[in-house]
């Protein structure tokens, strides 16, 4: 069966993106790098929408098997050599993580960065273990320069991922807004870390 057109251009946009793009070495999300101490030392850990998969390359070296999961075949194509050079425990793999999301409880740790689908709250939520970690960093409501998207459907509504996952013990949230200084700290983005509930 075909894919429907939206997603087949989209996912060719992306590849178009990643072939032209320097293979500039990825870095993690602030989110993960900045609260690295709260990951666990050890388990099973998915890089959703990974991209060039800087937040796999991250929890691999923090100790976790990482799963690293994009729609685009390039993206995946160029994160698997560099695995395949360094040796690295991640699975890269091209999944259109809407059409198949994460399944449930298979996962200590699931990072997304710069990636927006609503309707996975649900599935990201349920795929976490008891214990289980989400790191979030994605754009806000305020855009107070030229990066992220334009489109407000496309940026987090104020407090939007405190209520999206509010099944989770919220572990750390940042939102900055306009408030003094906007050149300093983390404006345009919002962080979120939040923790499954063990199951009683
Ligand atoms: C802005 S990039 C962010 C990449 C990475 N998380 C980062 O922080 O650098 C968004 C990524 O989402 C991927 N993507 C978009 N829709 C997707 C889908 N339905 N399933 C899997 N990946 C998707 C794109 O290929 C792209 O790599």
Not at 65 to 89: C, G, M, T
Not at 154 to 159: D, H, P, T, W
């Amino acid at each position: 069966m075909s894919e429907p057109s939206e997603l087949s251009t989209l996912r060719a946009d992306w590849d178009a993106r990643y072939r032209a793009a320097p293979l500039d070495a990825p870095v993690p999300a602030a989110v993960l790098r900045d609260y690295a101490h709260l990951l666990p030392a050890q388990g099973q850990a998915l890089d959703l929408a990974c991209g060039r998969g800087g937040n796999a390359l991250f929890m691999a070296q923090q100790g976790l098997q990482v799963d690293a999961w994009d729609f685009s075949p390039v993206v995946i194509a160029q994160l698997q050599y560099v695995v395949r050079e360094r040796h690295l425990d991640i699975t890269p793999a091209v999944r259109d993580v809407l059409a198949h999301p994460p399944a449930a409880l298979g996962y200590d740790v699931i990072t997304v960065s710069y990636f927006l689908e609503r309707a996975l709250a649900p599935a990201l939520i349920a795929a976490l273990r008891p214990g289980g970690m989400l790191f979030y960093q994605t754009f806000g409501p305020v855009r107070i320069n030229e990066h992220g998207p334009r489109n407000p459907a496309y940026r987090l509504e104020a407090g939007e991922l405190l209520r999206m996952f509010a099944a989770l013990s919220p572990r750390l949230y940042r939102e900055e807004g306009r408030l003094d200084d906007s050149q300093q700290g983390l404006r345009g983005e919002v962080m979120f870390i939040g923790e499954r509930p063990a199951i009683r």
